[in-house]
């Protein structure tokens, strides 16, 4: 089991900057990738950024150029510096773990935490 613990939500201004944290813990697992996703009132769920294990990263069009991901291998830590921030970035974000357990691949979802940007 892998317990996830996010932190850094908030409401700004647009134009504004953020910075999510989440932290990973747990006993006898691995990382494959970590990132977040985002919910938007009315909307399906969305990858807005993620870090495989390797390091390569993959990011949703819509944040590239001012979002940032990235990870500390040995605390298990993913952050998501989000800068210039824009009212259609408003959303619940999620941390993501895919972990490794044994055998087994599975997903970790956090708490989820709010980012409200007002014009």
């Known amino acids: 089991q892998v317990q996830l613990v996010e932190s850094g939500g908030g409401s700004v201004q647009a134009g504004e900057s953020l910075r999510l944290s989440c932290a990973a813990s747990g006993s006898r697992f691995s990382i494959n990738a970590m990132g977040w996703y985002r919910q938007a009132p009315g909307k399906q769920r969305e990858l807005v950024a993620v870090?495989?294990?390797?390091?390569?990263?993959n990011y949703v069009d819509s944040v590239k150029g001012r979002f940032t991901i990235s990870r500390d291998y040995a605390k298990n830590t993913v952050d998501l510096q989000m800068n210039r921030l824009k009212p259609e970035d408003t959303a619940v974000y999620y941390c993501?773990?895919?972990?490794?357990?044994?055998?087994?691949?599975?997903?970790?979802w956090g708490q989820g935490t709010q980012v409200t940007v007002s014009s």
């Open positions: 870090m495989a294990s390797g390091g390569s990263t």
């Open positions: 993501n773990v895919d972990a490794r357990i044994g055998a087994a691949n599975l997903r970790y």
